[in-house]
């Protein structure tokens, strides 16, 4: 199979160029009715047909330039987003990108007989030679539609891994001056980056002298988390405000210490409570139960 | 090594953040089949955190290898960290508690040491280096060979 990369004039795949242009009219309407094109503007087929055609136009661009099987090629660029759009609707009413492919690859059959029909006698090399380009072109536009859904996959995927880096580290206030952060999941250097940021924010907003990092649900304390916690203490440090880490388990307390951690300077109790008990008990007020208080005495 | 130590190797890449992670979830789920409690459970899957990230970090990328391991007294889990990296110049410095070549803690690889039963390191500058640790579901004196 090997297609010339530059076409000369009144090559296969410039044939297929002017076939497209010639054409553009009746493989846009007999493409609007394809499943691809259809189940995605279901309101009206007028819009289906604008799309069908833009994508003839892009087509017959990059067969001119003789680059059927680039998926790179500059005539892709003006289609590239509504196919990728395209391919995210049809994703999000359950089809596999298997079916998506499928779809696009049915959009070559209508195309070659349309083709077929431009040449008297189907069995001359020239019609041979024009079918396969244009089927080569048909299979690079299905490489294309699959690249660029691939790709806005893993644009969605890392949105939707920021938002979760905001939700995730929430400063709740505890006390008048006292603020805590419930820290959930990995400790990743993005995630404590965020962590240390909001905190620092609410030590300043809240006026906070006491400020609390709970790792409960924090399943693995290596070393570069506790770097992290370390320098999170620091830095609240410098604002002003005493840090305390709670929610120490055991198992992490032992592996810690094995380490070779040295949390030394680093206030540390057992549970949130505790560590809210310390906090209040540094700033002078005692909880007592209020009947409990007036018996005891 | 017993033939039946090679029972179900899972390899896995280690190639970014994300990566870390799953590493650190499989060993877990490794770890807690084989019967590892939740100690040594925290220990196992922390000192893979460290040589996964060392991996990653100094390493360049690599990969992990998880192999369950029983030599009929005692069930345990072996974990061999690859890279084709720079290699490691001074290992004696590298094992050294608080050194690092960067803004580390230093606590890695002599913390991983500590945290596992058998700790091997082969290093070459300029062509890679591969840790394997081995961490035995109860203590057993040090004659075991599941490093090699
Ligand atoms: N796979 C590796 N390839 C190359 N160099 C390594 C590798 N693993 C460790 N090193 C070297 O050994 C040094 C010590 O590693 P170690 O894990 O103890 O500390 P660290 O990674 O610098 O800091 P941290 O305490 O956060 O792990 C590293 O700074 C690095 O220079
Ligand atoms: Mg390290």
Redesign the interface.
């Known amino acids: 199979m090997d297609v010339p990369e530059q076409a000369a004039a009144g090559s296969a795949p410039q044939r297929v160029s002017g076939f497209f242009e010639r054409r553009r009219e009746q493989i846009a309407q007999r493409w609007a009715d394809a499943p691809l094109f259809r189940s995605v503007f279901t309101v009206s087929r007028d819009e289906a047909v604008e799309a069908c055609k833009a994508v003839v136009d892009a087509l017959s661009d990059v067969t001119a330039t003789g680059r059927i099987e680039d998926i790179g090629a500059p005539g892709f660029a003006t289609v590239r987003r509504q196919l990728g759009g395209m391919a995210a609707t049809r994703a999000r009413t359950g089809c596999t990108s298997a079916q998506i492919a499928d779809e696009v690859a049915a959009l070559r059959g209508p195309a070659v007989e349309l083709l077929r029909e431009e040449f008297p006698d189907p069995s001359t090399a020239d019609a041979h030679e024009s079918v396969l380009a244009l089927t080569l072109v048909m299979s690079t536009l299905r490489l294309v539609v699959m690249e660029t859904a691939l790709t806005e996959g893993a644009d969605l995927i890392e949105r939707q891994r920021q938002q979760l880096l905001e939700v995730a580290t929430p400063v709740i206030k505890l006390w008048e001056g006292t603020v805590a952060v419930p820290l959930i999941g990995?400790l990743?250097?993005?995630r404590s980056q965020v962590v240390m940021e909001s905190l620092l924010e609410a030590i300043v907003d809240q006026r906070a002298r006491y400020a609390i990092l709970d790792i409960t649900g924090v399943?693995?304390?290596?070393?570069?988390v506790?770097?992290h916690l370390m320098k999170t203490v620091a830095a609240a440090r410098l604002m002003g405000a005493e840090c305390i880490v709670s929610g120490i388990r055991?198992?992490?307390a032992?592996?810690i210490v094995?380490?070779?951690?040295d949390l030394g300077t680093v206030v540390t109790r057992a549970s949130l409570a505790d560590a809210l008990a310390y906090a209040l008990g540094r700033q002078g007020i005692e909880v007592s139960r209020a009947d409990a208080g007036a018996s005891a005495r | 090594m017993p033939a039946s130590g090679q029972a179900s190797a899972t390899s896995l890449p280690i190639g970014s953040?994300a990566d870390?992670?799953w590493v650190?979830q499989q060993v877990?789920q490794c770890a807690a089949q084989l019967g590892f409690g939740?100690?040594q459970?925290?220990?196992v899957?922390?000192a893979a955190?460290?040589l996964a990230?060392n991996t990653l970090v100094h390493g360049g990328g690599g990969r992990v290898e998880i192999t369950p391991l029983d030599d009929g007294r005692t069930r345990g889990l072996r974990m061999r960290f690859t890279d084709e990296g720079p290699g490691i110049r001074d290992l004696d410095l590298a094992m050294t508690?608080g050194w690092t070549s960067g803004g580390?803690?230093g606590?890695?690889l002599?913390?991983?040491k500590?945290?596992v039963h058998e700790f091997a390191v082969d290093t070459e500058p300029g062509r890679g280096t591969t840790v394997t640790a081995v961490a035995w579901v109860t203590p057993v004196p040090s004659s075991r060979t599941g490093v090699g």
Do not use: Y
Request: glycine content about 8%; aromatic content about 0%.
């Open positions: 990995t990743d250097s993005a399943p693995t304390v290596d070393s570069l506790a770097q055991p198992a992490i032992q592996t094995q380490l070779g951690i | 953040d870390l992670a650190r877990r939740l100690v459970q925290t220990k899957v922390t955190s460290e990230r508690d580390g803690l606590l890695g002599s913390g991983a500590r945290l």
